[in-house]
C-alpha cells in the first residue's frame, strides 16, 4: 500500500537513475498522456528532477513539463536497467520513461497527468496538500500548526480521520494512521476538538518520527559502483525485526497488543470506510 514513505524512496530511486538524462522513449497506455506526447515529445527532453509530495510523485521534465502521477492502492513505479524483464506484464504498464541505461515503468496506477509549473498550481491537487512530513523543510511546529487549523475549522473530525487528510499532513496513510494513534495513546475515533495540545504535540512527532525511519537510505554500492539500489525492507514501526512483528495494531485484529494483551479491534472509519485498528485499553 503506496503511503509517503514508499513514494519518497520511489522518487528517490528514480532521480539516482534518471535525473540529467536525456529521455530516448516515452510509451503510455493513457489517452490523455499519449495525445500530449504527440503534440509535444517527452523524447528529447532532459529529466530535471524527480520530487515526492506527499502521496505524490512529480517527474519534471525540460521545457515546462510535469508528469504527475498518484499510486491510489495498487500502483507502483519500477526501475530496469535496459533489456531487463519486466516483472509485470505488459497489459499492466501505464508509462515507461526510457533513458540510455535505464527505463522507469509505472504499473496499474490510475492518476498520471501532464502539467506545465502553471497548471500544477492551477488545478492540481498537489498545491492544496499540507505540510509534507518528509519534506526537508517539514518541521513539528508546521505539522502542529496544521493540525490546531484543522481542529479550528473542523472541531468534529474524528482523529483516524484527520490523520488521513492530506490537507492536514500529507504523506500519512491507513497504516500510519493506526500505528501513529496507537503509539501516541489517542483513540482514532475521538474527536479532534478533544486532544490536548500534548497530544497533538506526540502524533506529530511520532508520524514524523516512524515515516523517517522507513526511508532510510539502503543503498549499497555493487560492483557496477552506481548505488542505485534503495530501501528494500518491510515498513516498521515496532523495533522487531521479524516481518510478523513489525507493527503495532495494523491488520493485527483479534490478535493481543503487543504492550497490555487485550485484544486488538476494526471498525471502519470515515466517508470512505478505510479500516482502523486499535487498542481499547491503550487507546482509551
Given at each position: 500500500m503506496p503511503e509517503g514513505d514508499t513514494i519518497y524512496r520511489t522518487a528517490r530511486t528514480l532521480q539516482k537513475a534518471l535525473a540529467g538524462k536525456v529521455v530516448t522513449a516515452f510509451e503510455t497506455g493513457f489517452a490523455k498522456l499519449a495525445s500530449v506526447n504527440d503534440d509535444s515529445p517527452v523524447a528529447g527532453r532532459v529529466v530535471e528532477k524527480i520530487e515526492a509530495r506527499g502521496k505524490w510523485c512529480l517527474i519534471f521534465f525540460s521545457g515546462d513539463l510535469i508528469l504527475v502521477t498518484h499510486m491510489l492502492m495498487s500502483g507502483s513505479w519500477h526501475l530496469y536497467r535496459t533489456g531487463?524483464?519486466?516483472?509485470?506484464?505488459?497489459?499492466?504498464?501505464?508509462?515507461?520513461i526510457r533513458v540510455h541505461d535505464f527505463e522507469a515503468v509505472l504499473f496499474n496506477a490510475q492518476v498520471a497527468e501532464f502539467h506545465t509549473a502553471r497548471s500544477l498550481e492551477r488545478s492540481s491537487q498537489v498545491p492544496k496538500l499540507g505540510p509534507d512530513i518528509l519534506s526537508a523543510e517539514f518541521t513539528?511546529?508546521?505539522?502542529?500548526a496544521a493540525m490546531r487549523e484543522r481542529i479550528r475549522t473542523h472541531p468534529d473530525d474524528e482523529v483516524g480521520v484527520a490523520l488521513l487528510n492530506q490537507r492536514?499532513?500529507?504523506g500519512i496513510g491507513n497504516?500510519?494512521?493506526?500505528?501513529?494513534?496507537?503509539?501516541?495513546?489517542?483513540?482514532?475515533?475521538?474527536?479532534?476538538?478533544?486532544?490536548?495540545d500534548r497530544e497533538i504535540e506526540k502524533m506529530v512527532e511520532i508520524a514524523q518520527r516512524y515515516m523517517r525511519a522507513n526511508i532510510a537510505d539502503g543503498s549499497?554500492?555493487?560492483?557496477?559502483g552506481e548505488g542505485i539500489v534503495t530501501y528494500t525492507g518491510a515498513r516498521r514501526t515496532t523495533r522487531a525485526m521479524t516481518q510478523a512483528d513489525r507493527?503495532?495494531?495494523?491488520?493485527?485484529?483479534?490478535?493481543e497488543c503487543r504492550r497490555c494483551g487485550a485484544i486488538i479491534r476494526m471498525q471502519r472509519q470515515g466517508t470512505q470506510a478505510r479500516s482502523t485498528y486499535w487498542c481499547p485499553d491503550c487507546q482509551r
Open positions: 531487463e524483464r519486466w516483472r509485470l506484464p505488459h497489459r499492466s504498464m501505464r508509462v515507461v513539528l511546529a508546521a505539522g502542529i492536514v499532513m500529507a497504516v500510519y494512521k493506526s500505528e501513529v494513534a496507537f503509539a501516541a495513546g489517542v483513540d482514532p475515533f475521538r474527536k479532534i476538538a478533544s486532544l490536548s549499497s554500492r555493487g560492483e557496477s507493527v503495532w495494531v495494523y491488520r493485527r485484529m483479534g490478535k
